[in-house]
């Protein structure tokens, strides 16, 4: 797994970094067969008096891309409601890729019929 962090008109700490990793190893907890995870964080803009933090993630599944955002005041909170919106769609691409893959349901044989 590819883990690629990225930080726009933001510097990244190496404190930053380990907090979104120590927080991406509950997602590959639930599920395994990540590709490639990658993360930017960055400052928005709209006005000097409202300044927003963002953070986002492109993880990459085999034959799919979940894509979240989340924005709030602090980079931290952003982080976690970021997690927490992909774990969410984590589990439910998980589940979704477990009921797919049942045995398909075999024909019920026909009763004879009387001649």
Do not use: W
């Not at 008096?49 to 989340?70: F, P, T």
């Amino acid at each position: 797994m590819n883990l690629i962090i990225s930080g726009h008109h933001l510097d990244l700490t190496p404190a930053i970094r380990e907090y979104v990793q120590n927080k991406l190893d509950r997602i590959i907890r639930h599920f395994d067969h990540v590709i490639d995870i990658a993360v930017i964080l960055g400052v928005e803009k709209p006005s000097e008096k409202d300044k927003r933090q963002r953070a986002e993630v492109n993880l990459r599944l085999r034959g799919n891309v979940i894509h979240v955002e989340s924005f709030a005041k602090d980079l931290y909170a952003a982080i976690d409601t970021l997690i927490d919106k992909l774990d969410r769609q984590v589990i439910k691409y998980k589940t979704k890729m477990q009921d797919h893959q049942c045995e398909a349901h075999k024909r019920m044989p026909e009763a004879p019929t009387a001649a």
